[in-house]
């Protein structure tokens, strides 16, 4: 299997429908730690690489992608604009004389672009940088080669990495740029280079012919509400919907008969429905809820991603729901509910 100059253009085209789409998320992600301006410059700058696709269709791939760089070098402010055209070019010379892309030359762009971003930023992986999604993206696309899957089973796999590279700038602090003068202040923040990057790896992955990881590897953490009454329980999740309509939240309360208490069927039935790969965060009432809980929680296949956070029913389920649905690490919801606990009401 090979990639067409039909299909890079097809990748060119979708990089620019993503940037679009996502030009507020982008912005958004990056008013929390940098210049709040990257989404609206990648997608100014891949609107005018739209505006001068026409010409690209008697360029080889590797004109194309140089086209693309170029483009993005003269269109995007900030630095998004010469490290993606930095990468972008390399990429090109990386695949000079290519009818078709091979599974290596796709390797090699991999290897192209890293080395561009890495020349043109002076970073390293670990720094909450776009490195953390394109490098393990690299390293499981190679993977998955040398395991004998094809470009698009290869594509998606690293398209997953990407995304967890996502969920892992979260996680740490920023060492470069901007989000560098925030210090400690930047954990708990995606990093939006490595966001934008991931959206770029789904645009290839989708050229090539495979689903997009996105959806799966980049979802929020889940909150579960356990309360005795089933009436309680459900009347916090409605509040907390109400503040942050985006947020993932079951209700479990009461005994199978409608009385007063816990079940712990009911209560792995809501962790299974709210449960992802960010994980999961529990608010208990009292008593029996604290034992069932923690029952179901040793009966899950996932021990490991779920948590029983003490902070008061109301409150917590408020500041977790807002904390999840900005994408919230479960690291960081838990210091929110730390703090909710001692929150003066007014």
């Known amino acids: 299997m090979s990639m067409t100059k039909d299909q890079i253009l097809v990748f060119v085209d979708n990089f620019a429908d993503k940037m679009h789409e996502h030009k507020q998320e982008l912005t958004e992600f990056d008013q929390h730690i940098g210049d709040g301006d990257h989404g609206i410059n990648m997608d100014r700058g891949m609107s005018a690489v739209e505006e001068k696709k026409p010409g690209f269709e008697d360029k080889s791939i590797a004109d194309i992608l140089k086209a693309v760089g170029m483009t993005l070098v003269s269109t995007v402010g900030g630095a998004s604009g010469p490290l993606y055209g930095t990468a972008f070019m390399k990429a090109g010379g990386a695949v000079k004389g290519a009818e078709e892309l091979t599974e290596q030359q ?198 490991e991603l779920i948590k029983i956070v003490d902070a008061p029913l109301v409150e917590g389920a408020l500041f977790a729901a807002v904390e999840a649905s900005v994408g919230s690490d479960i690291k960081r919801i838990s210091e929110v509910l730390a703090r909710s606990k001692t929150e003066p009401k007014f």
Do not use: C
Request: charged fraction near 25%.
């Open 106 to 303: 796709i390797a090699d762009i991999f290897d192209a672009m890293i080395g561009g971003i890495q020349l043109r930023g002076k970073a390293v992986e670990g720094e909450k940088t776009m490195l953390d999604a394109i490098m393990p993206a690299r390293d499981a696309y190679k993977a998955a080669i040398e395991a004998g899957d094809d470009i698009a089973a290869a594509l998606k796999k690293a398209d997953e990495a990407a995304w967890n590279g996502v969920d892992y700038t979260k996680t740490i602090k920023a060492t470069k740029g901007r989000a560098s003068y925030l210090g400690e202040r930047s954990i708990g923040f995606q990093d939006p280079g490595a966001t934008s990057v991931s959206y770029m790896i789904d645009a290839m992955t989708e050229a090539a012919g495979g689903a997009p990881g996105e959806s799966e590897a980049a979802d929020t953490v889940g909150l579960v509400i356990v309360s005795h009454s089933p009436k309680i329980a459900q009347g916090v999740v409605d509040l907390a919907l109400e503040m942050a309509p985006d947020a993932r939240i079951a209700a479990t309360g009461g005994l199978p008969d409608g009385s007063i208490g816990t079940d712990l069927g009911s209560i792995r039935e809501a962790i299974d429905a709210v449960m992802g790969p960010a994980g999961v965060i529990m608010l208990v009432d009292l008593g029996s809820a604290v034992m069932s809980s923690e029952m179901a929680i040793e009966l899950s296949d996932y021990p």
